[in-house]
Nanobody, 116 residues
Framework: QVQLVESGGGLVQSGGSLRLSCATS????????MSWYRQAPGKERELVAR????????DQSETVKGRFTISRDNAKNTVYLQMNSLKPEDTAVYLC?????????WGRGTQVTVSP
């Protein structure tokens, strides 16, 4: 059974930092592309960052480039999102996702709230 469990969200002041984690099980993690998405109330789900299976290739959305960093530990089946210089507009539910071939699965998300 594929499982993705996010943690690390919370309330932080503008300019602060958070590190999100997504612990996974039930699939070949080191073969999967892993991504972080976010969804704010009333807005569409947005891709935040993505990492290749080996972790040697990453990309981020223009709205977070230079502030957020995605990384993964294939020995721990875990993907991370380091978020620095947070802004109120980063407030959203952050979701972890995996893709392996044509199969994908999502976590339930963790809330990040950035106060002015």
């Amino acid at each position: 059974q594929v499982q993705l469990v996010e943690s690390g969200g919370g309330l932080v002041q503008s300019g602060g930092s958070l590190r999100l984690s997504c612990a996974t099980s039930g699939f070949a993690f080191r073969s999967a592309t892993m991504s972080w998405y976010r969804q704010a109330p009333g807005k569409e789900r947005e891709l935040v960052a993505r990492t290749s299976p080996a972790g040697d290739e990453t990309d981020q959305s223009e709205t977070v480039k230079g502030r957020f960093t995605i990384s993964r530990d294939n020995a721990k089946n875990t993907v991370y999102l380091q978020m620095n210089s947070l802004k109120p507009e980063d407030t959203a539910v952050y979701l972890c996702a995996m893709r392996l071939g044509v199969f994908d699965s999502w976590g339930r998300g963790t809330q990040v709230t950035v106060s002015p």
